[in-house]
C-alpha cells in the first residue's frame, strides 16, 4: 500500500509572510532612495539654473556688431567711466 502524503500549508504560509514582510522592507529603502535621487536631480538643476542665468550673455548680429556696446564695436575697453 502507499502511503498518503498530506499537503501541509503551515511551513509555505509562514515562507510567504517572510518573503510580504522582507518586500515591504525592500520597497521602503528603494522609494526612500528614489525620493533622495529626485531630490537631488531637482537641486542639481536649480543650481545650474541659477548659474546659468547669472551671465550676461552678449551676442553679435550678422555684421559683427556688438549689440551690448555698439559705441565701441565689441572691443574691451578697461578704462573708468567718465
Partial sequence: ???E?????SGVETW???VIEQSK???RRWFIAFLVTLAA???TNAAWIYVLNSYEYVYQ???G???YNNNIDGDVENVTAD
Fill in 16 to 18: 510567504a509572510a517572510k
Fill in 61 to 63: 548680429d550678422g555684421e
Fill in 25 to 27: 522592507e525592500q520597497s
Fill in 5 to 9: 502524503s498530506k499537503n501541509t500549508w
Fill in 1 to 3: 500500500m502507499q502511503k
Fill in 41 to 43: 536631480l531637482v537641486g
Fill in 65 to 67: 556688431q556688438n549689440n
